[in-house]
């Protein structure tokens, strides 16, 4: 990603008009999961989302940013994340599917990603899962004032490898405001104690992707869709989280 540059610190104003624009994501992105079964294209969750910016009068944020064609990301067994909706690719019973996704709401840009099971899905599945959206959690434990970069990508990693999972290197998280991606960028793994020092109104997009094998990628043919090299299953979750004197602010929630 190479971002580079100065964080943009956000005042409340901003914070909160980026809490309304993350709030509308996660609303899209739970009904997405509602309509998560066995049989269904992830082209119609393409359809859905479209549908419901259109509904609550936002745009789509990853519809033409840098040449994407749609407005989801949606991923699925070892699709590790930027996966593109197709007709011809059917859900089945236990898969899993990520849903990576953004609105722009006045002028601000929101940003999450769940993963979910489809039907009854394996235990390595259910555990990569729980484990995935845990790093997750502690990572945003991690997001406050004097905390560094790297205790939030050392919380990520520690979590995830205990499980003997991997994080993905290739891809992380990164700052998030009037543009989707600003700096920094947040690695999901690392040092405690190194990087950038975290100070009040930067907002952050962290995003744990983790693999049940390697952590290694490969780009499909379609220039977007990463994949694990092993074939393995991966699990992405993220949320926005504003860093306030008072702790971490979860923006991307209902």
């Known amino acids: ?36 079964r066995p049989g269904v294209s992830t082209f119609e969750f393409e359809e859905l989302a479209l549908e419901l910016c259109e509904r609550k009068r936002v745009k789509p944020a990853f519809k033409g940013y840098r040449g994407y064609p749609y407005a989801l990301c949606v991923s699925v067994n070892e699709e590790v994340v930027h996966g593109m909706p197709r007709k011809d690719k059917i859900l089945k019973e236990g898969d899993i599917v990520s849903f990576d996704f953004g609105v722009v709401y006045d002028g601000y840009v929101g940003d999450a990603a ?56 290739d891809f992380v998280g990164h700052g ?6 600003e700096p920094p960028e947040v690695p999901n793994y690392g040092k405690p104690g190194r990087g950038l020092r975290l100070e009040p109104g930067l907002v952050l997009a962290i995003e744990p992707m983790v693999s049940a094998g390697s952590y290694e990628v490969v780009i499909l043919n379609d220039g977007w869709t990463a994949v694990t090299r092993d074939g393995s299953l991966s699990a992405h979750f993220e949320h926005s989280v504003a860093i306030t004197p008072s702790g971490p602010i979860i923006l991307s929630q209902v």
């Open 1 to 36: 990603m190479g971002l580079k540059g100065h964080p943009i610190l956000k005042n409340s104003k901003e914070i909160e008009i980026l809490r309304k624009a993350n709030a509308i994501v996660m609303e899209i992105l739970l009904t997405l999961k509602e309509a998560v």
């Open 114 to 169: 769940i993963t979910v099971g489809v039907g009854k899905i394996s235990e390595e599945a259910r555990r990569l899962l729980e484990t995935t959206e845990e790093a997750l959690r502690f990572a945003i434990e991690k997001a406050r004032v004097g905390n560094k970069i790297g205790d939030i990508s050392h919380a990520i990693q520690r979590r995830v490898e205990r499980e003997g999972f991997n994080v993905i290197r």
């Open 176 to 181: 998030i405001g009037r543009s989707l991606h």
